[in-house]
């Protein structure tokens, strides 16, 4: 019998980016890349699983904007487009380096893989949302929810009205897709408040994720730190992140990811490229970008770019297999330490981000399936679950208060909230109150009913935390910056034409068809608690 539990978690979550205004915006390639690198690939793994007979168990958030996107025809056949020049330029540059024995090699190896991808986003016929349910159903995959947009809550707190709208939403939201509730959710950032688990409770909310600090912090402290979940005094409980699993998969300076066998992110076939050969494949305007095809290694972890040795799948697959096995080793380990100090199994919760698998780090989908494989053949400590699962076995916790905290910079919330960010908040404030005044309303026909839905999800696109997260990071900044302001202001039109009861229909259909997010919303979710 297992001394104990480890649970998987990913976070698959990207800010929702759809512009059938433009032929061509970078951002929108943020699914595509994603969807090649991260979610075909763990689909793969998973039918690989359930094809060998291995009982896996994992949980998974799959955000709305996430699975709006991956439901969305237009982006659907955008993909398409995109997949194929990655097919089309394979084939040229297995004809280019015709003599060049080993990057012929990898372009063969990446023709293959493409076609593999193609198949599986074909055999679902382009609908991954469907993809991912059949394993929901079968109940080796738990599939949780997160905030609407993924706004940062704690910083919405002052309108509890704000969110409540990104629960609900996101609730009824997975409903739509999955046929269900859904029983746990991933906060946003994994960012606590105290006080949002009463909403969380009544929105039918089983459970939900912290960092450790959020468990260890609480009051009263719990016993077994966060090796065991908490059940605050709503019902709901708590899983907090363990520290120790989550910095040997996080971390590319200590962790796997910065091996020098794997291959090397920031060194790619779109930078490298003769200029007139590449052009086809890059940005229209001429701009060179990541095309996704990858032809080095890591090489050593302080070596510039231009010391990169060539990249070997058939090795970086062996140090997979070997990482996988090591980390299964050490939960072991953790495990049987824990439960000799607790008296109980302990659960280690491993929580991270969907993407680091496949797109930051592209032996991730190989590394979770031998970590899978391994796990059921190879040991008997410990037993791999998905977290409502666990609450079925285990329905007696501790009842605690967690403490204010987010996986992010120093565990609170100045990652979101610093001086290259602050100035969104006030305009979130305003457009908030002005959006809870709107709820109270009761429309006069079917145009102002549409014209406040539609003020509801400018609020809900304006508040995602991704917006915030980019201005401190630095990256992608006027993106960005617009984005926040866009929505801002097109809620604020809305605003003064229902006040004015001078709604412009033509506008107003053309800012539904581009922000068509949540077509079911209804605006009455921000009156008044």
Known sequence: MALGYVALVLHAHLPFVRHPESDYVLEEEWLYEAITETYVPL????????????????????????????????????????????????????????????????????????????????SYDRDLVTAFKQFLDSNNLEIITCG????????????????????????????????????????PECAYYEGVERMLADAGLRYFLTDGHGLLYGRPRPRFGSYAPIFTETGVAVFGRDHESSQQVWSSMVGYPGDPVYREFYKDLGWEAEYEYIKPYIMPNGQRKNIGIKYHKITARDGGLSEKALYDPYWAREKAAEHAGNFMYNREEQVEHLAAMMQRPPIVVSPYDAELFGHWWYEGPWFIDYLFRKSWYDQNRFEMTHLADYLRRHPTQQVCRPSQSSWGYKGFHEYWLNETNTWIYPHLHKAAERMIELSRREPADELEWRALNQAARELLLAQSSDWAFIMRTGTMVPYAVRRTRSHLLRLNKLYEDIKSEKIDSGWLEKVEKIDNIFPNINYRVYRPL
């Open 148 to 187: 609407a947009t993924h706004g940062y809550m704690p910083l919405m707190k002052m309108y509890p009205q704000a969110v409540w709208a990104q629960i609900k939403v996101a609730c009824e939201h997975y409903e739509e897709n999955f046929g269900r509730p859904p029983k746990g959710i991933w906060l």
């Open 43 to 122: 689909l793969q793994v998973f039918e690989g699983l359930k094809r060998d007979g291995i009982d896996f168990k994992m949980t998974m958030s799959m955000t709305p904007p996430l699975v709006s996107m991956l439901r969305d025809p237009l982006l659907q056949e955008r993909y398409d487009e995109h997949l194929a020049k990655l097919e089309e330029l394979t084939e040229k540059e297995i004809e280019h380096n015709e003599h060049n024995g080993h990057i012929r090699y990898l372009a063969e190896y990446y023709a293959t893989e493409f076609q593999k991808i193609r198949q599986t986003w074909e």
